[in-house]
T-cell receptor
Framework: EAGVAQSPRYKIIEKRQSVAFWCNPISGHATLYWYQQILGQGPKLLIQFQNNGVVDDSQLPKDRFSAERLKGVDSTLKIQPAKLEDSAVYLC??????????????FGSGTRLTVV | QKEVEQNSGPLSVPEGAIASLNCTYSDRGSQSFFWYRQYSGKSPELIMSIYSNGDKEDGRFTAQLNKASQYVSLLIRDSQPSDSATYLCAVITGTYKYIFGTGTRLKVLA
C-alpha cells in the first residue's frame, strides 16, 4: 500500500510571500488532515476533510491559510501571506474515519517550511 | 490546563533499562489513546494504541491506561539507542477531537 505523499519536502520563502503544499492520501481514505508542527511542539490540527467537505477547521487561521480537497482525493494547503511564525513542518495524514478511533493515522513525510 | 500534557524531557536512561513515559489528559470522555514515535526530522509513526483500562503489551512496549486518574503511560523495556526519539501521546476526546501532546524526548545512552 502506497503511503501518504506530500510535496515539496522543503520550502524557504520570504515573509509576505505565498506558498502551497500538496498531499495525496492513501487510496480509499476518505478522511484527510493537515497538521502544523512547530519545532518542539506536538502536531496541531489545522483542518480535517471528510471526502471533499470540511469537518473541522476551527484552528485554521483563515485570514491567511486556505485548504481545499477537490474531488475528495488530493488536497492543497495554501498560506498567503506567510509570516515568520508559520515556519513549521506541515504534515498531512489520512485514514478511514472509523479506523482512526482504533488505529490512529498514517502521516506523510511532511513539508518543512522556513519563512525568512 | 492543556488537553494533553507530557513532560518535554529529555528523559535519559541507560541502554537495557526501562524507560517510562507519562501522559495526562483533561477530557474525562476521552476514549482512544495512542503513542507515536517521532525521530528527528521524520513524521510521527504509530507504535501503540489502547482503549481499555489496564495494560497492553506489544513486544518491548507496554501501554498502561488509567481512566479514573486520566493518565496513560508507555513503558519501553530493554531500551536501545535506536529508541532515542520523541514520543507523542495522542488522545481522541469525547468530542472526537484528535489531540497530540507536546512529546517527551527520550535519550537512551549506550
Amino acid at each position: 500500500e502506497a503511503g501518504v505523499a506530500q510535496s515539496p519536502r522543503y520550502k524557504i520563502i520570504e515573509k509576505r510571500q505565498s506558498v502551497a503544499f500538496w498531499c495525496n492520501p492513501i487510496s480509499g481514505h476518505a478522511t484527510l488532515y493537515w497538521y502544523q508542527q512547530i519545532l518542539g511542539q506536538g502536531p496541531k490540527l489545522l483542518i480535517q476533510f471528510q471526502n471533499n467537505g470540511v469537518v473541522d477547521d476551527s484552528q485554521l487561521p483563515k485570514d491567511r491559510f486556505s485548504a481545499e480537497r477537490l474531488k475528495g482525493v488530493d488536497s492543497t494547503l495554501k498560506i498567503q501571506p506567510a509570516k515568520l511564525e508559520d515556519s513549521a513542518v506541515y504534515l498531512c495524514a489520512s485514514t478511514h474515519i472509523l479506523q482512526a478511533l482504533n488505529y490512529g493515522y498514517t502521516f506523510g513525510s511532511g513539508t518543512r517550511l522556513t519563512v525568512v | 490546563q492543556k488537553e494533553v500534557e507530557q513532560n518535554s524531557g529529555p528523559l535519559s536512561v541507560p541502554e537495557g533499562a526501562i524507560a517510562s513515559l507519562n501522559c495526562t489528559y483533561s477530557d474525562r470522555g476521552s476514549q482512544s489513546f495512542f503513542w507515536y514515535r517521532q525521530y528527528s526530522g521524520k513524521s510521527p509513526e504509530l507504535i501503540m494504541s489502547i482503549y481499555s483500562n489496564g495494560d497492553k503489551e506489544d513486544g518491548r512496549f507496554t501501554a498502561q491506561l488509567n481512566k479514573a486518574s486520566q493518565y496513560v503511560s508507555l513503558l519501553i523495556r530493554d531500551s536501545q539507542p535506536s529508541d532515542s526519539a520523541t514520543y507523542l501521546c495522542a488522545v481522541i476526546t469525547g468530542t472526537y477531537k484528535y489531540i497530540f501532546g507536546t512529546g517527551t524526548r527520550l535519550k537512551v545512552l549506550a
